[in-house]
């Protein structure tokens, strides 16, 4: 079936360094792909979305290409900043509902 | 209120008491969802409502009782659960899944932290 596979975590970074958080799925078909993000304490909050090949998503200074070449959906910012400690899922659209990976935690320290 | 409201927001319960959590959305909406939250495991797709009609159950446990009396609500009535539900009980809304220049998007909702004892 349909799924995700985010890279293993958790991410520590310093302050203004770069960002990646590797995403690749498994899909019949070219599904919309998502970034969500939870911040401690709180619900999933869409960050960004892509819903075909060669699309590019960003938000707040996130960005994610779909590239259907590699089926993957990587999460880049270039300069981190301590608020955006958080844990990112990447979904797709699956029949009923997404389907999400297991979530990256990000630490970011100034 | 604005977007999805969970409510009790913190939730401790014996294993014999009887319990329900309650979500609203406040998007217009017709599709509802409960997802189950542990540490350390992924994001669980427990029951998905299209239309006030359930489209999905995904095997949970019949100690877990959805309820959706209108596209704005739904429920999670909860009876003899076990310390392993312990848990984030996230809500989501969207747009009816395929409609016609849907987005599927899924709005979640704050969560209720849910303690089995």
């Known amino acids: 079936g349909d799924s995700v596979t985010q890279m293993e975590g958790p991410v520590t970074l310093s302050e203004e360094a770069f960002l990646t958080i590797n995403c690749t799925y498994t899909?019949?078909?070219?599904?919309?792909l998502f970034w969500y993000v939870q911040y401690p304490g709180e619900g999933l909050q869409l960050l960004l979305k892509?819903?075909?090949?060669?699309d590019k998503g960003s938000n707040k200074g996130f960005e994610a290409t779909y590239r259907k070449e590699t089926t993957s959906f990587h999460l880049e910012k270039g300069s981190v900043q301590v608020s955006d400690s958080a844990v990112y899922f990447c979904?797709?659209?699956?029949?009923?509902?997404?389907?999400f990976g297991k979530g990256t935690t990000l630490s970011v320290s100034s | 209120e604005t977007g999805v409201t969970q409510t009790p927001r913190h939730l401790v319960m014996g294993m014999t008491n009887k319990k329900s959590l309650k979500c609203e959305q406040h998007l217009g909406h017709n599709a509802m969802y409960w997802y189950k939250q542990s540490a350390k495991k992924p994001l669980e797709l427990m029951f998905v409502?299209?239309?006030?009609?359930?489209?999905e159950n995904n095997s949970v446990p019949s100690r877990f009782s959805p309820e959706c009396p209108n596209s704005s609500h739904l429920f999670l009535h909860l009876h003899t659960l076990q310390p392993e539900d312990s848990a984030l009980y996230l809500c989501?809304?969207?747009?009816?899944?395929?409609?016609?220049?849907?987005?599927?998007?899924?709005?979640f909702g704050p969560g209720t932290r849910l303690t089995v004892t």
């Open positions: 409502y299209s239309l006030e009609e359930r489209v």
């Open positions: 892509a819903t075909k090949a060669d």
């Open positions: 979904a797709l659209r699956g029949a009923t509902a997404l389907i």
């Open positions: 989501a809304s969207s747009q009816v899944w395929g409609q016609r220049g849907g987005s599927y998007e899924q709005y």
């Open positions: 899909a019949t078909g070219y599904p919309s």
